[in-house]
């Protein structure tokens, strides 16, 4: 996943919405999870065992970026081998 990118971020990338973030309790009914940066925390509901996608996908601005398209700058600035 993320971590293994050797991802640096700051607290100036958590406020612009590009969060680190890991697993700190999935049960039955909801999942929690936490910035590594920041330590701000994020509950998803699960409805039929899954989590909300939409909900889900708006929280996770880093793990959706992309080399091409509107996020290709973003993408360049955390992925790119000289940072």
């Known amino acids: ?5 050797n ?3 700051t ?11 890991k697993v700190v ?3 039955e009914q909801v999942t929690i999870e ?3 940066v920041c330590g701000m925390r994020m509950g998803y509901n699960k409805v039929g065992g899954k ?3 939409r909900k889900w996908a708006a929280n996770h601005k880093l793990d959706l970026l992309q ?7 973003d993408f360049n600035k ?3 081998i000289d940072r």
Do not use: N, Q, S
């Open 25 to 27: 309790d999935d049960d």
């Open 67 to 73: 080399p091409f398209g509107k996020t290709a700058r």
């Open 11 to 21: 607290r100036r990338d958590c406020r612009k919405g590009f969060h680190l973030w």
């Open 1 to 5: 996943m993320l971590a293994d990118l």
């Open 34 to 36: 936490e910035c590594e």
């Open 51 to 53: 989590v909300d996608p």
């Open 7 to 9: 991802i640096r971020l």
């Open 78 to 80: 955390y992925y790119a």
